[in-house]
C-alpha cells in the first residue's frame, strides 16, 4: 500500500430501503471522516461509499465499518468493502456486454465469498424466467430483461444461494468504478 493508501468501495445492505433505516449521506460520510478515512465520497441514497484507508484490508475495514455503524446508527447493516482494483475487475469481466448500455437490466451482485458448485446448481434450477445469471468468482452478474422490479428469480437469489451479498445496477457499478479512478488520482 502506497504512503497515500489504497481507494476502497464499502456497499450498504438494507438501509434507506422503503423508507426504513434511514441513514444520511452526508451522516455516513462524517462517520467514515471520523474514523480517519479520507477522499471519501458517497453515491446515491442507498448506502455506497468510495473512500481511502492508509491501513487494513476489505476484510478488516468491513468489521470495523460494521461495529462503528452500529453503534452510531443502533442496527447493524451489512457492509462489503472491495478495493478499487476488484471493481476494474468486476466491470472488466461483465459476461453481458450487449446489455451494459441498458443498466437497469444489467446487475451485480456482490456475494461475501465465492458460491460453491452445489450452491450455484441449486440457484440456476430456480433460474426459469426470461432471466440469465453467471458467477464469476464473488460477482454474480444478474441479466433480467424485464428489469429488477419484475423479476421473480431476483427474489429468490437471496434465499436460494445463502451467500450474503448485495445487489447494484450496472449504472451504480460504472459510477463507483469512476469515484474511484478519481479518488485515485
Partial sequence: MSAKGMIFVALFSGINVGGNRIVKMAELKALFESLGFTDVATYVQSGNVVFRANKGDAVTLAK????AFEKKWGFNSRIVVRDAGWFERLVGQNP???IAGE???LHAY???REP???ETKRLADKCTGPESF???GDVLYLHAPEGLGKSVFANLIPR???VPGTARNWRSVLALLEMTGKAGG
Avoid: G, N, W
Fill in 103 to 105: 443498466p437497469t437490466k
Fill in 160 to 162: 436460494t444461494l445463502k
Fill in 134 to 136: 453467471e458467477i464469476k
Fill in 64 to 67: 470495523q465499518l460494521e461495529t
Fill in 110 to 112: 456482490v456475494l461475501e
Fill in 96 to 98: 453481458y456486454p450487449e
Fill in 116 to 118: 460453491t458448485a452445489e
